[in-house]
């Protein structure tokens, strides 16, 4: 069991903020974030893409944003969780909470501050029956090993680059799969112009297939996977056969558990005051895309100005004697000596 003074939920650019207002009140804290990498919507959906809209940053791209909020936290050093889903939240008998992750961490934290955003990022799946019994055995978002698939019937599912470059890796080669098969609702990719080529050629040279189609269901034999049942373009059922599926259907944000934590939730939302932007939990807190409150625009620059007010809020929660002071990061030498910078 982790003791922390704060846990942050979320480590989006407001998760990362909300680190280093916690460290200028002199809260350490630790993050957790579902994500293999920190950087939540930026990184995930637009990490290449300019943002013109950050006070005095004229232009970024979203990953050089998080580069930045990374860097600008690091004298708190924050200790981070990744790839680990926050998936319960209750409250302890001592008016703190206990958390736990989806891989066992477990945290009592004084204060919470839930970043989720639009959700946790989860791998898309297919919601058909079967799929989570399946899921693992004969269904994969990434193939086990580098054989997996030698010698079986294998259905790739997906339009983009890992799509295209998972039928390029099993269609030859000594682990080769015995037949590769392409399926997506049309005949459309979002992949590298060479890529689509490639794999056009090799289904004209026989080595894989391309089928427009959506999935339909699952059709197993003595509980093993046999086929793919799909609806095709012209609006027909058609049976694929298939030992094994790799999908390779991108992310997509989850809620998840974080509706069923007890808290009050207003369309998905956590709604806040806007003193301390603290929820009607004590010693929770929610910023950025996650909360609501009348006006809420979800921009990033406005879950910084929540970080920043929830830090002093959290800070008078944890420390009702002494007085939370507002000083300045120019002038004051007591965050200087926080901030390591003589
Ligand atoms: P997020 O960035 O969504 O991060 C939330 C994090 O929480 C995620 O990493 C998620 O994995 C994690 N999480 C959620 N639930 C759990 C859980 N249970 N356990 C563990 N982890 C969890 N805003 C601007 O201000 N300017 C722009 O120019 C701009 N451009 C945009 C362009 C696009 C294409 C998009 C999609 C958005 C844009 N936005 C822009 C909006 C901006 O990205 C969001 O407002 C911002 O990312 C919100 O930050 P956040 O930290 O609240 O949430």
Not at 27 to 51: E, F, M, S, T, W
Not at 194 to 207: L, S, Y
Not at 215 to 227: K, W
Request: glycine share 10%; net charge negative; aromatic share 6%.
């Amino acid at each position: 069991m982790i003791q922390t003074e704060a846990l942050i939920i979320g480590a989006g650019p407001v998760g990362l903020f909300q680190a280093f207002q916690l460290g200028l009140q002199d809260i350490r804290c630790h993050v957790v974030d579902a994500l293999p990498q920190v950087g939540g919507q930026c990184v995930k959906l637009y990490a290449n893409k300019p943002i013109y809209d950050i006070p005095g940053i004229a232009l970024c791209t979203g990953q050089e944003l998080i580069d930045q909020l990374q860097q600008q936290v690091k004298p708190f050093a924050p200790q981070f969780h990744l790839q680990e889903l926050v998936s319960d939240l209750k409250a302890t008998e001592d008016g703190q909470w206990h958390v736990q992750t989806d891989k066992g961490t477990q945290f009592k934290a004084a204060t919470v501050f839930i970043a989720a955003g639009v959700g946790a990022f989860v791998k898309r799946g297919l919601n058909l029956p079967g799929f989570d019994e399946l899921l693992g055995k004969q269904i994969f978002h990434s193939a086990p090993s580098p054989s997996s698939f030698k010698g079986q019937h294998l259905i790739v599912l997906g339009d983009n680059d890992a799509a295209l470059e998972a039928c390029a890796h099993w269609r030859e080669g000594t682990d080769a799969a015995a037949s590769v098969t392409l399926v997506h609702r049309r005949d459309q990719f979002q992949a590298a112009h060479q890529a689509i080529e490639d794999m056009r050629q090799a289904c004209a040279n026989k080595t894989m297939r391309f089928v427009a189609g959506q999935p339909s269901g699952l059709i197993q034999a003595n509980d093993q996977l046999t086929g793919l049942e799909i609806l095709n373009a012209q609006g027909d059922t058609e049976v694929l056969p298939a030992n094994a599926l790799l999908l390779c259907l991108g992310i997509s944000p989850k809620l998840g558990p974080l509706s069923d934590w007890g808290l009050a939730m207003e369309r998905k939302q956590l709604p806040v005051n806007t003193e301390t932007y603290a929820t009607e939990a004590r010693g929770i807190f929610a910023i950025g895309d996650i909360n609501t409150y009348p006006g809420k625009k979800k921009l990033i620059l406005c879950g910084f100005h929540e970080a920043t007010l929830a830090a002093f809020g959290a800070s008078a929660l944890l420390r009702p004697d002494q007085k939370t002071l507002l000083q300045y990061t120019t002038t004051s030498t007591h965050l200087h000596k926080l901030l390591g910078v003589s």
